[in-house]
């Protein structure tokens, strides 16, 4: 069975700073992997989907990257803005049916 | 420009009860899905329907059941609602690999 992680659970970082959110999954067969966002008490917000042919997406300010043969994942976040504080999670989805097993997620903070 | 709706947003139940979590879509997608979130776990496929029709079973079904409707409406049910039910549920919806997620449903069994 897939088993998704994330590491680290949460992280605080004042506001300007580069980082990386890391995510790393059990079985490297997989279709595709998806960044997501989560604001408290809301539903979750598509970021970036690499397919597993791809080595990165970029948007705006952010960059996934995927290693599919070492089964690791990052997100990086340039010029971090407090709007960036939420909560992130990577999913995988193995077959391409969109059937996606979820990391625990990193709770980002950007302190002003 | 509603997206996914889920009804209602909470819910306090005592073992035993039933009860129906309604979602709807107003974006014409075929696949829809049932998720929970439990603290310190990411989020956990219960049921999806890849189209109109149609129900497959994901990570974790026990103790749910799921109906169709039409193409905008898919229910999740309680049948005996336990307090290891208690949790958020997000429905989601989509066309290809995009997904577009409801802002969810805090349910607590008592």
């Known amino acids: 069975k897939q088993e998704v992680t994330q590491i680290p659970a949460a992280l605080s970082v004042p506001e300007g700073e580069n980082l990386v959110l890391n995510c790393s999954f059990t079985?490297?067969?997989?279709?595709?992997l998806q960044w997501f966002r989560q604001d408290p008490g809301k539903g979750l917000t598509s970021l970036l989907l690499?397919?597993?042919?791809?080595r990165e997406q970029t948007s705006g300010r952010l960059n996934a990257s995927l290693d599919k043969s070492s089964g690791r994942s990052t997100l990086y976040i340039a010029a971090s803005q407090p709007g960036d504080s939420a909560t992130y999670l990577c999913a995988v989805d193995q077959t391409g049916a969109n059937n996606l097993f979820f990391g625990t997620g990193t709770r980002l903070t950007v302190i002003p | 420009n509603a997206g996914v709706t889920q009804t209602p947003k909470f819910q306090v139940l005592k073992t035993g009860q039933s009860m129906t979590l309604q979602c709807a879509q107003d974006m014409n997608h075929n696949s829809m899905y049932w998720y929970r979130q439990d603290p310190g776990m990411g989020l956990r496929l219960i049921y999806y329907s890849a189209s109109e029709g149609t129900t497959d079973k994901g990570e974790v079904p026990n103790g749910y059941n799921v109906s169709r409707l039409n193409k905008r409406e898919f229910s999740l049910r309680l049948e005996s609602a336990a307090p290891s039910q208690t949790s958020v549920y997000f429905c989601?919806?989509?066309?290809?690999?995009?997904?577009?997620f409801g802002q969810g449903t805090r349910l607590t069994v008592v």
């Open positions: 989601a919806s989509s066309e290809g690999y995009s997904q577009t």
């Open positions: 079985d490297s067969a997989i279709y595709n």
């Open positions: 690499i397919q597993s042919s791809q």
